[in-house]
């Protein structure tokens, strides 16, 4: 935490410095926007919640079969231009979080300095650089679907530190080398030393990422704090032994990612994989990814997208575990499923678009899906029907 208050004070502490300057020099160098879902969501599993996110486990279903919890949110951000080389960018957002509120909390917080055409760096709060659409996961408004799909799109977290990016100019090819460091501190999980190096290439409408992440991650909450303080505990030394193995609230992991989308102005095509791989802990390794193409007809957009997870690494206690707790807790890690999504987009104004979309996610045999706040009576393996109505908005 004291760590995390340092990247950002050091970043504001710059921007201010340097917006004092921009004020003495009586130019107008500060840009406000903003963006916003307003959106409602329908489950038809409803001994279960759909969440936000990982860390999240209330959402639209067991708690409420309609809710506004998945989608709706609102941002405000600063854009500061200090000079024509140093920037700055401060962005709050207030959207339903594992705080079960809609606390306002800082989403990006840092300056950025172009060092030449080629070499820029950024320094204090920017997002976790995980995935294509990373930069703008949050804005619904800049996507063709109610959200991006959950089961690659299910970290929201922003990452403090530092981040460099080269690009190469190769004719009518650019090429973007981005390397960072730092770290995130989330209410139930955080990473340490989170270091990695992304790759982007853009050329024409198409464009291909790549990125590998690694660095010591901490997952912890109540529940599991019991329940491996208690097997860890234990005097039987090969439990114990696979009860560490298992264990989240430290593990080394890693990230690696691969996209492509083609982007040609009436149509589209995208896919993106992911891998995040914690085993052998109880997180295990996950696989997952999605394709989607859609066409734009005037206002109108429609697409559909085909979604997987599957989980694998974690190591099963079996017969070691006497209390069957620790074989139920790996067992209710398994997110195995995939999804089929039609969406239409609306584009009623220039800077207002209307949504709608249904999915059918079928969990795999034995799956809970991803699925949190499980009631008793829930089945896993049961598919579910989700129903999505939004209003995305720019200013």
């Known amino acids: 935490m004291h760590q995390k208050k340092q990247w950002i004070a050091l970043a504001i502490s710059l921007a201010l410095s340097q917006a004092a300057w921009g004020q003495d020099g009586g130019e107008d160098r500060f840009k406000l926007s903003g963006f916003g879902t307003v959106g409602v969501a329908h489950s038809s599993e409803d001994k279960a919640d ?8 209330r959402g639209v279903g067991a708690t409420s079969a309609t809710s506004g919890r998945l989608d709706s949110r609102i941002g405000v951000q600063l854009n500061a231009n200090f000079t024509d080389k ?5 962005q709050a957002v207030s959207e339903y979080a594992v705080t079960k509120s809609y606390s306002p909390t800082i989403s990006l917080a840092h300056v950025k300095y172009r060092f030449s055409p080629a070499f820029s760096a950024r320094l204090g709060r920017i997002t976790a650089p995980l995935y294509m659409l990373s930069e703008y996961q949050r804005v619904g408004y800049a996507m063709p679907w109610a959200r991006p799909p959950q089961e690659v799109y299910n970290y929201l977290l922003p990452m403090d530190g530092v981040e460099g990016v ?5 004719g009518d ?13 989330s209410e139930r999980a ?5 270091r990695g190096v992304a790759v982007q290439v853009d050329h024409g409408a198409s464009s291909f990422r790549i990125s590998h992440i690694v660095g010591r991650a901490h997952y912890v909450t109540d529940n599991i704090a019991a329940l491996f303080d208690t097997y860890r505990s234990l005097p039987i030394p090969a439990l114990v032994d696979v009860a560490t193995r298992l264990d989240p609230r430290t593990m080394d992991g890693s990230f690696s990612g691969v996209g492509y989308s083609y982007d040609p102005g009436n149509w589209f095509v995208r896919a993106e994989a992911i891998q995040a791989d914690y085993s052998p802990s109880i997180s295990g390794k996950t696989t997952s990814g999605y394709a989607s193409a859609g066409m734009r007809m005037g206002n109108l957009t429609p697409s559909f997208t085909f979604a997987h997870v599957d989980v694998r690494g974690q190591e099963m206690p079996g017969a070691l575990d006497p209390f069957g707790l620790l074989n139920a807790a790996v067992a209710g890690n398994n997110a195995d499923r995939h999804s089929f999504t039609a969406a239409l987009r609306w584009d009623v104004h220039d800077s207002i678009a209307i949504k709608l979309q249904a999915s059918h996610v079928k969990n795999h045999a034995g799956s809970v899906g991803g699925l949190d706040n499980l009631q008793p009576g829930f089945v896993p393996g049961r598919g579910y029907n989700l129903l999505s109505a939004s209003v995305d908005f720019v200013f």
């Open 190 to 194: 955080s990473v340490d030393a989170m």
């Open 86 to 90: 140093f920037s700055g960018v401060l």
């Open 173 to 185: 090819t650019v090429i973007g080398i981005q390397g960072f460091y730092g770290r995130i501190d």
């Open 166 to 170: 080269y690009n190469i100019n190769a």
């Open 50 to 57: 759909v969440t936000p996110d990982f860390q999240t486990d």
